[in-house]
């Protein structure tokens, strides 16, 4: 994952885990020191003591980037269409094909109408299918995620 913030650059693994009902998610870097750890259990989000502000910062955008890209998903009756959305947690999503790339855009559904607009373009693989990795511009946060995943 590469996080853009501003004019500063992090690039680190995370790893992603469920244990249970609990998602454990590390953030780390070469030669593998941890930036940052979370557990998300429903809609609470804990820290560890250690981890300061802007790693919690941190660890927190790189929790959005992966819930946005990789976790939320369309209703099943949504997902045969070209074109679907959705509305989930205040957000109106709209999931469509732009040039033959999957793309993604959340906007607030109610509430300030001249948000940011949160967008997500997803990489198309070598054999022409997409999802392996995709690059998240959350405005509203003030971040630009880059995901490349491993592992589904």
């Excluded at 992603?16 to 998610?25: D, K, T």
Aim: with cysteine; glycine share 12%.
């Amino acid at each position: 994952m590469r996080l853009t913030v501003g004019s500063r650059e992090v690039g680190f693994d995370a790893i992603a885990q469920r244990r249970g009902e609990a998602l454990h998610v590390v953030g780390l870097v070469l030669p593998g020191t941890r930036l940052f750890a979370l557990r998300q259990e429903g809609e609470t989000i804990s820290f560890g003591a250690e981890e300061g502000r802007t790693m919690r910062a941190l660890g927190a955008w790189a929790l959005d980037a992966l819930h946005r890209g990789v976790w939320i998903e369309p209703d099943e009756d949504e997902t045969e269409n070209a074109e679907s959305s959705w509305l989930r947690h205040g957000e109106e999503i709209t999931e469509s094909i732009v040039e033959g790339r999957r793309r993604r855009i959340f906007k607030r559904s109610a509430g300030r109408r001249d948000a940011p607009v949160i967008s997500i373009d997803y990489r198309l693989n070598s054999d022409g299918t997409g999802g392996a990795a995709y690059t998240v511009r959350n405005p509203q946060c003030g971040y630009e995620a880059v995901v490349i995943l491993l592992d589904g």
